[in-house]
């Protein structure tokens, strides 16, 4: 993935050309892992949809409850975003 760059009000790609976030957020993982729903198969539908980043909320419930939140909800997720080549933005 090429590194992005602030240019004054735009954002470049590392070869200059202008870049466009074209996104979708998911539902909190931690919500969907109760609920028994793929989030990672999520992501493969948001690729395929066309966009270019996911949004990934994290809750402080979340967190709480789960100890090894990391490694069990966002490293699956951040290293998938990564193969599927989407910007992974973790809020």
Request: glycine share 6%.
């Amino acid at each position: 993935m090429l590194k992005l760059l602030v240019d004054g009000n735009k954002i470049k790609d590392e070869l200059g050309n202008k870049f466009v976030f074209r996104g979708i957020c998911l539902n909190s993982p931690d919500i969907l892992i109760d609920e028994g729903h793929d989030f990672l198969q999520d992501l493969k539908e948001i690729k395929k949809l066309g966009a270019n980043a996911v949004q990934v909320p994290i809750c402080p419930a979340g967190w709480q409850f789960y100890p090894d939140y990391c490694e069990k909800i966002l490293d699956p997720i951040v290293k998938l975003a990564k193969e599927l080549n989407l910007y992974c933005y973790l809020d």
